[in-house]
């Protein structure tokens, strides 16, 4: 699988990434093993993981499995932090609750550092200066290699990094994990650019439209499918609408013309988008994690790659895109 700098660090991971959000609850610890050791063997190393999924099931399942399935040198782990679900504050970064979430998740996982800690969303009751000492702070003490930041809108994300390259010393935000997809570009317009700027790479998750653009949900909703699901049916059914699925039948006319699975076309656009270092795929079996491997392999070509931009591209307006904001000297606004 190839392999890509995370921004403009020395750090490399594989295009595609294992996602662990259904790991202790959907997906068990044989099928995890499973997963991983797939995931390994096409040569991937980016595993993505979170300390509230599942409760920390998922960070303590691949802290069992690291160091068996694959050495601990070999893996590139990313882990989250800052997210509080079902209290009375959902996001919660001031420096202590995050260096204290982040010495759980090393006990979790079994490990002494991680290589990637991200923080999971924007917590507005906290000054961001307070927020980043933390990630000063991981990194100075050696429990994380590199820091970045995940779900934080344009301001947001603009405001982080230049207060982070502002003053000599301080760790650099190296990433950013949003969401994208075909069904969801709205980073394009505020979020890229920003990470652009500031040298920090994408990593993207739900690539899949959080599993529409598979296809699976056109003649209805499987009873084995997330949005049939307790957990994630609310989780899917915004991108069950009537744009949506005109988006999804270009996926599938596109892949039935390559002779691929929707699955793979969707992921090959995405992992290939400006920007992008890796694109974290999620599977409840290896059987289905392996269809989503089969897209390492896939090169769309160009004319397809314009169709799906044209069928897909967002609605954009005054102040983020127009005559104002050209971005190169021929843009033809």
């Not at 190393?45 to 303590?60: I, K, N, P």
């Not at 919660?92 to 979430?101: E, H, P, Q, T, W």
């Not at 897909?312 to 307006?317: L, V």
């Amino acid at each position: 699988m190839e392999q890509r700098h995370l921004g403009s660090t020395g750090l490399t991971v594989s295009r595609l990434g294992l996602g662990t959000m259904t790991w202790g609850r959907d997906t068990d610890e044989h099928e995890a093993r499973d997963q991983l050791a797939h995931f390994c063997e096409a040569g991937g190393t980016l595993v993505d993981t979170a300390d509230v999924y599942v409760d920390g099931a998922a960070e303590r399942i691949l802290g069992t499995l690291v160091g068996d399935v694959i050495p601990r040198r070999d893996v590139v782990i990313a882990t989250k932090a800052a997210s509080r679900p079902g209290t009375d504050r959902r996001f919660d970064a001031s420096r202590g609750y995050l260096l204290s979430s982040l010495d759980d998740s090393l006990r979790r996982l079994n490990t002494d550092y991680v290589d990637l800690w991200q923080f999971h969303a924007w917590d507005p009751l906290t000054p961001i200066d307070e927020t980043l000492s933390a990630a000063d702070e991981a990194v100075r003490s050696g429990k994380a290699r590199y820091v970045g930041i995940s779900n934080y809108s344009g301001w947001q994300t603009a405001w982080a990094c230049a207060w982070q390259a502002a003053f000599p010393g301080r760790a650099p935000l190296v990433a950013s994990q949003m969401e994208y997809s075909l069904l969801q570009r709205g980073i394009e317009r505020e979020v890229l650019p920003a990470l652009h700027q500031s040298g920090a790479g994408i990593l993207a998750w739900s690539p899949l439209g959080r599993g529409v653009l598979t296809g699976k949900y056109r003649g209805g909703t499987p009873s084995d499918s997330r949005a049939a699901s307790e957990h994630f049916t609310e989780f899917v059914r915004p991108f069950l609408d009537e744009r949506c699925r005109q988006v999804v039948e270009a996926v599938v006319t596109a892949a039935s013309g390559l002779g691929v699975a929707p699955l793979e076309v969707a992921l090959a656009w995405v992992r290939d988008r400006p920007g992008v270092t890796s694109a974290i795929v999620g599977a409840r079996t290896a059987a289905q994690l392996l269809g989503s491997l089969a897209a390492e392999t896939l090169e769309l070509p160009d004319e397809i790659v314009t169709a799906l931009d044209e069928v897909s591209t967002p609605a954009r307006s005054y102040p983020e895109h127009g005559w104002n904001q050209r971005v190169l000297p021929d843009a033809g606004e």
